[in-house]
């Protein structure tokens, strides 16, 4: 990866996923109605029944204003997954900035919590966190993997910014090595985390806990390498 996509993707500045960006104020105030009544329908009716006739719908505003802001579906789904990664690093951070100086371990545990909190209490977090949380593709979506940034798939997206806000704990001599430790533990947390709320709706207290064990582990047993 260079060291381009690198800074792009850790600084948040993702592929763009609406046509126009909002400017002025009543804009905006449509664009955040429109992200809010497409998480609100994807708790009613899922991903694959979503379509943006219906978003419209129910934000209130004409089907034209929807597509000056979004291409199409997927273009909904991406700026929705982007609003929700910005919204976890920033709870994130204040959680961070309340119980530093933290490890990897703290860190670890201060993520899961945020995002098992976040799967509890946020509309449509459930069908699409920082990407499609269920396992069909809908129609109208052609590339699922990179709805945060054309250039790289969605965890290490995420792994970017977290090693990003991770400052101190994740800087290594070898910073794509780390970007790589983030993917894979990303990909466990979120496969044993699926599972902790397949069997339970708010979260299998248990499962939640052997999350943070193993990725804790992961780390650890990374550390040396890094």
């Known amino acids: 990866m260079s060291s381009d996509t690198r800074?792009?993707?850790?600084a948040g500045r993702t592929a763009p996923s609406a046509r126009r960006r909002p400017v002025?104020?009543?804009?905006?105030?449509?664009?955040?109605?429109?992200?809010?009544?497409?998480?609100?329908?994807?708790?009613?009716?899922?991903?694959?029944?979503?379509?943006?006739?219906?978003?419209?719908?129910?934000?209130?505003?004409?089907?034209?204003?929807l597509y000056q802001f979004f291409a199409g579906k997927e273009d909904l789904l991406a700026a929705l997954a982007g609003r929700n990664l910005d919204r976890y690093l920033q709870r994130?951070?204040?959680?961070?900035?309340?119980?530093?100086?933290?490890?990897?371990?703290?860190?670890?545990?201060?993520?899961?919590?945020?995002?098992?909190?976040?799967?509890?209490?946020v509309p449509g977090f459930g069908q699409v966190d920082f990407g499609l949380a269920g396992p069909v593709v809908p129609a109208g979506v052609h590339d699922d993997l990179h709805l945060l940034d054309a250039g790289v798939d969605n965890n290490t997206a995420v792994a970017l910014r977290l090693q990003a806000l991770g400052g101190e704990v994740f800087r290594t001599a070898d910073p794509a090595a780390t970007t790589?430790?983030?993917?894979?533990?990303l990909e466990a947390a979120d496969a044993?985390?699926?599972?902790?709320?397949?069997?339970?709706?708010?979260?299998?207290?248990?499962?939640?806990?052997?999350?943070?064990?193993?990725?804790?582990?992961?780390?650890?047993?990374?550390?040396?390498?890094?």
């Open 24 to 65: 002025q104020q009543r804009s905006q105030e449509r664009y955040g109605r429109i992200l809010d009544a497409c998480a609100g329908l994807l708790d009613e009716v899922g991903a694959t029944a979503l379509t943006t006739k219906e978003v419209a719908h129910r934000a209130r505003v004409p089907i034209g204003t």
């Open 192 to 226: 044993v985390l699926k599972l902790a709320f397949r069997s339970d709706p708010n979260g299998d207290p248990t499962l939640i806990a052997e999350c943070k064990r193993l990725v804790r582990g992961y780390l650890a047993q990374q550390a040396p390498a890094r």
């Open 180 to 185: 790589l430790t983030l993917r894979v533990a």
């Open 92 to 121: 994130l951070d204040a959680r961070l900035a309340a119980a530093a100086p933290v490890g990897p371990a703290a860190f670890t545990d201060l993520a899961v919590d945020e995002f098992v909190a976040m799967k509890r209490a």
């Open 7 to 10: 800074s792009h993707v850790a």
